[in-house]
């Protein structure tokens, strides 16, 4: 019986010190757990797709362009703060578009269509 515990013993001690080695984190965790820690500063960018595309912009009260500057990855509306943000889209003979995005860290796209003030000629209200 003593021979077996004899051979128990090292392969037991061989197992627990490699799971003493599995607790350390890789580079690629510390590395992910870092990006995390940076994306809490929860900045966003919204790229608008809009018609009609030269519409008016608006970030929290405040004209930023045309819709048609913010229609791509690379010219999107950058919010920097957190909280709540309002973004409203508007043009003169159609009715304002309003509504409300908090940053999370991510790139969100906005599709608006604008509906006109009046009833097009021969068509029905809306």
């Known amino acids: 019986m003593r021979t077996r515990w004899t051979a128990v013993l090292p392969l037991a001690a061989l197992l627990t010190a490699g799971c003493a080695a599995k607790q350390e984190q890789p580079a690629t965790m510390a590395r992910a757990r870092e990006l995390m820690a940076a994306a809490?500063?929860?900045r966003g960018d919204v790229v608008l797709r809009c018609e009609p595309a030269d519409a008016e912009?608006?970030?929290?009260?405040?004209?930023q362009g045309l819709c048609s500057d913010f229609s791509s990855a690379s010219r999107s509306?950058?919010?920097?703060?957190?909280?709540f943000h309002q973004v409203q889209v508007k043009?003169?003979?159609f009715w304002p578009y309003t509504t409300?995005?908090?940053?999370?860290?991510?790139?969100?796209?906005?599709?608006v269509k604008l509906r006109p003030t009046a009833p097009e000629a021969g068509g029905d209200a809306p």
Not at 100 to 111: D, I, M, N, Q, W
């Open 77 to 83: 509306l950058r919010l920097g703060d957190a909280g």
């Open 40 to 42: 809490e500063g929860k």
């Open 91 to 93: 043009k003169r003979g």
């Open 57 to 63: 912009v608006l970030l929290d009260g405040v004209q």
């Open 100 to 111: 409300y995005y908090e940053p999370s860290g991510a790139r969100v796209t906005l599709k």
